[in-house]
C-alpha cells in the first residue's frame, strides 16, 4: 500500500515539500499519497507585500490559487484548516470534520503574530506583514508629511530580519523621488544584523546606511511601550511621526497546543537537527518559520526552502528504502533598495554537539540587476501556481 504524507500549510515550506515528495516519487515511479492541508485557498509570496505598500503590485500579484498545484504537480490540495494533530494516533483532523491518516507529516505553519504582548503596539504603526497592513501602510506613506519614520523591531528573532533594512532603504529613494527628506531610523533590542547575518553583511549594511542617512541603532534592550507619538524603550525614548512595526514572532495555536513548543523558547517549535524532525517521532517533520531559530537558522523563506528539501529526502529515502540526503545547502538572499539591489550568501555547517547550524554570510553582489532576479524569482514562483 502507498505510504501517506500529510503536509500542514501551503505556504512556503509546505509548498515545496509537497512538490518534491510528489514529483520525485513520481520520476522514480514509486507510490507516494501526498496531500497538503492549509487554511486558505491562497498561496502567498508575502516578500511582495513590500511591493504593495510601495505602490509597485497590487495584492492580487502577491498570491496564486494553492489548487492549482493538484493540476500542475500533482498533489492533493486540500483547503480546510486543521484542528488538532493527533501525534499518538498519527492522525490530522480539519475544522470541516475530515480526518486525515499518515505515516508522514510534515509541519510548515510560519509563525503568528504576538501585536498584543506590547502595550501599545497593536494599535499604533503600520507594517506589512499582511496584505491589509501593507493596503495601510501605503495610504501611511503616500499621505507622510512628517518628519521622523522609525522601523520598529520589538523582539529578536523576527520575520524576515532583512525586511526593515531593505524597506528602510527603499523608503529613502520613495521620498527623494517627492522632494521629502524624512529623518529615519531602525531600533532594535540588540545587534540583529551581525547576529543574523555576520559582520561581513552588517559592513555593507552600515555602508549603504551612511551614504543614505539612515540611523541604525541597535541595543535597546526591552520595549516598554508604543504610544501614539514616541517608542519607549529601557535605554530611553524615540518620537516618531510614522512607526513602521515587525511582529514579535509567536508559536501557531495548532502548534501549541498539539504540545510541540519549544522547552527552551516556546515562541518556536521543537525540531531537531539535521533532518528537521521531531526529537521522540521521527515520523514528524517541522521545516516552517517556527523550526528555524533553535537549530540556529534565520526566520525566512530561503532557509525554510532548504529545510523542506531535506525533510522530503529524508521522508523519501525512509519511505523508499534509499534517497540521498543532501546537506544544508548555502543560501543566497536578495535584498533590494529601490533601483538596486544586494544579494548576500550564507555558508552553513552542521554542529554536532550544539545541534545547531553554524553560517557565515558575506556579500556576493550589487546593482539593479540582483533587484530584478530578486523580484522574476517571486513572480514566476506565483506564475508556475497560475
Ligand atoms: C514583509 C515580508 C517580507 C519578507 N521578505 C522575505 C525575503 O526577502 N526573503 C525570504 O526568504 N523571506 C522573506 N519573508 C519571510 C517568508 O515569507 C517566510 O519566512 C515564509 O513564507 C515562511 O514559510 P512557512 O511555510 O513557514 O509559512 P507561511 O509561508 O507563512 O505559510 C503558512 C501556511 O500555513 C497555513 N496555515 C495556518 N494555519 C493553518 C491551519 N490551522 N491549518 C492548515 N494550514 C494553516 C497558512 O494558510 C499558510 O498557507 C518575508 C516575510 C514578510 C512578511
Known sequence: MAKKVVVVGGG?????????????????????EVTLVTASERHYMPPLWS???????????????????????GFKVLVDPVKGLDLDGRRVTTENGKTLEY????????????WSDYPGLDKYGFHNYSPEGALELKDALFTFKGKRIVFL?????????????????????????????????????????RMALGEGLERFFLRRFKRHNIRYEPGFEKLVEVTEDRIVTQKGEYPYDLLVKSPPSRLPKLLADAGLA??????????????FQHPDRPEVYLIGEHAMPPVGLLTAGVPIHNAAVIAAASILHDAFGGYMIPSYAPTLCFGHSFESGFMGNCEYWWIPEEGKWGHACYTVATGPT???MKDSFYRGWLDALR
Open 51 to 73: 511591493e504593495v505598500a510601495l505602490g509597485t503590485a497590487s495584492v492580487d500579484e502577491t498570491w496564486a490559487p494553492i489548487k492549482n498545484a493538484e493540476r500542475v504537480y
Open 153 to 193: 523591531v520589538p523582539e529578536l528573532p523576527f520575520r524576515c530580519g532583512i525586511y526593515p533594512l531593505e524597506m528602510a532603504l527603499n523608503l529613502r529613494a520613495y521620498f527623494e523621488s517627492r522632494g521629502q527628506e524624512p529623518e529615519i531610523a531602525i531600533l532594535y533590542p540588540g545587534n540583529a544584523v
Open 103 to 114: 505515516d508522514f507529516l510534515v509541519l510548515s505553519l510560519g509563525t503568528a503574530y504576538g
Open 370 to 372: 540582483v533587484r530584478m
Open 12 to 32: 512556503t515550506g509546505g509548498l515545496v515539500a509537497a512538490r518534491m515528495l510528489a514529483t520525485e516519487s513520481r520520476r522514480l515511479g514509486r507510490d507516494l
Open 262 to 275: 519549544h522547552p527552551a523558547d516556546p515562541r518556536f517549535s521543537v525540531v531537531s537537527g539535521p533532518r
